[in-house]
């Protein structure tokens, strides 16, 4: 208790120790409502044995834009043993190395993104000929086999992204990491952190660590792949071919000795990468797919803008990147697509040091706060006309891109931590959903448009069924 400070109020509650738990997680939506109505844009919440503050709409830039005061990863690295799971990784950042080896190059990938996004989804969606229709009951996982396809070619090369063992641990390795962050922190109750400190006991004794089986296989083929090609160059000289991948970026850093690989420290950066990246990309890209499935009214406009845009497509049907612009309606779609179907809560920080909003509210230092992203995407003057609603073209005339951030929209975070990764994440959506909607028809089994799925203030792709089968030209 701090007496001096002007504090956010804390949300009355009736059991100790429960405090907002169980409402928290099991009514959530119309908790936090009444919460906000009751107590306004700031309040506390007692969960997990832990005050946590709600900011909403008004104050949620502030918490984005000023990183001396809020931090994200630090909140992120208090609810995630990352560094007793990537041990080997090293001190170079994976934003950086992002943004130095591979953002910069996004036209340059955009054909290997392209050309593997359509293999994959050939060979997971597999469906023969005109007649067959085949029902898919978890968008989600098949998904994460068809995103992580062009992300392995484009990280480990031409030649490891076609092994099906590679593919398998690009598309789990987050959701057996991510188990650290699903679970319950229960024993925060007794003291907080002390989840995190037993969560970092089992790795350390071995008793559980689900990213070892994945960094095996990382190390066993980035070794495999390392050797291959040290040995190349070394025969063929000034004529090798250097292979164009974030892998041989990431084999020439500073420090790089061909005698001694550290191939474990080269896994764990790709390992880091794939958390970010995987997860994020595959839900979004269910939920785009999901949400069209749903609302087959929309379809033909659709089609006919990608037909459009099929035109500048080279003979082996490969667009050029610039025609990612042209998929005007795709991108709004794919925006109102992320509006409608993130978290009601996101963005945990934090506070770094005592922080008072611009309202006067003040947050102690260590605090954890969360944005209150459904208070943003549900509010008329941020939104426009009917923000409950799903219109997807609402984006199109009021140059809002799918990647583009913004008070208005934050499913990829703001400021100067936004997510490095987006127009990459977009990109791979959107080729794929041109690839889908030219060439295949798709619908719910149920017929009904299939909502996300909620764990609390969590939102997870829905899995209902979608039917598909090749659409007849
Ligand atoms: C639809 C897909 C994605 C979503 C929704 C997403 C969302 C986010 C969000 C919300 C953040 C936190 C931003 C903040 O602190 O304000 C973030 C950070 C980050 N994302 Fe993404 N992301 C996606 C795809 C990707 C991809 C494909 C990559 C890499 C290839 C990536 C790499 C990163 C990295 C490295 C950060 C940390 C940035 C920093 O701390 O400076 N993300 N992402």
């Not at 919460?35 to 969960?47: M, N, Q, R």
């Not at 997990?48 to 990183?67: A, F, N, P």
Request: net charge neutral; glycine share 6%.
């Amino acid at each position: 208790r701090e007496p001096k400070k002007n504090m956010p109020p804390l949300v009355r509650y009736k059991f100790p120790i429960i405090g907002h738990t169980y409402s928290y997680l099991f009514n959530c939506e119309e908790f936090l409502k009444q919460c906000k109505a009751e107590y306004g844009d700031i309040f506390s919440l007692y969960v997990w044995g832990q005050v946590k503050t709600i900011v909403g709409k008004e104050y949620s830039q502030e918490i984005l834009s000023r990183d001396d005061a809020f931090s994200f990863a630090v909140a992120f690295n208090r609810r995630f043993p990352g560094g007793e799971l990537l041990k080997n990784l090293g001190s170079i950042s994976p934003t950086r190395l992002l943004k130095d080896y591979i953002f910069c190059k996004l036209n340059f990938y955009s054909e290997r993104m392209q050309k593997s996004l359509y293999l994959a989804t050939q060979k997971y969606i597999d469906i023969g000929d005109h007649n067959e229709q085949k029902t898919f009951n978890n968008m989600y996982y098949l998904m994460t086999r068809i995103i992580s396809t062009p992300i392995a070619n484009i990280f480990l090369g031409e030649e490891e992204y076609q092994y099906d063992e590679i593919i398998n641990t690009f598309a789990e390795i987050t959701s057996d990491l991510s188990l650290f962050l699903i679970i319950p922190p229960i024993l925060d109750i007794i003291y907080p952190g002390l989840q995190n400190y037993f969560n970092c006991i089992l790795i350390r004794t071995g008793i559980y660590n689900p990213a070892l089986k994945h960094q095996d296989i990382l190390i066993k083929h980035i070794n495999n792949q390392v050797c291959k090609r040290l040995q190349e160059k070394d025969k063929y000289g000034d004529s090798w071919k250097r292979p164009d991948d974030f892998l041989q970026d990431i084999m020439e850093l500073d420090g790089f000795d061909s005698n001694n690989v550290n191939c474990s420290s080269l896994a764990d950066k790709i390992c880091a990468l794939l958390f970010a990246s995987i997860h994020t990309t595959a839900s979004g890209c269910a939920n785009v797919f999901m949400d069209l499935a749903s609302r087959p009214q929309y379809m033909q406009e659709l089609y006919e803008e990608q037909l459009e845009v099929h035109k500048e497509a080279d003979e082996n049907g490969v667009l050029p990147f610039e025609a990612l612009n042209n998929m005007k309606k795709l991108d709004s779609f794919v925006r109102e697509s992320f509006r409608l179907s993130g978290h009601i809560v996101s963005l945990e920080h934090v506070v770094l040091k005592d922080y008072t909003f611009s309202n006067g509210l003040q947050v102690p230092k260590d605090r954890i706060v969360n944005i209150y992203a459904e208070d943003v995407y549900q509010d008329e003057s941020l939104q426009g006309p009917n923000p409950k609603s799903f219109e997807p073209f609402r984006h199109v005339d009021v140059n809002a891109s799918a990647a583009k951030i913004g008070k208005n929209y934050l499913s990829f975070g703001g400021g100067k931590h936004a997510c490095p990764g987006r127009y990459f994440a977009i990109n791979e959506i959107k080729f794929f959903m041109h690839n889908m909607i030219l060439n295949y028809n798709f619908r719910t089994a149920s017929g009904k448009i299939e909502k996300r799925r909620m764990i609390g203030p969590m939102a997870l792709p829905s899995s209902g069924g979608i039917i598909i089968e090749k659409r007849v030209k």
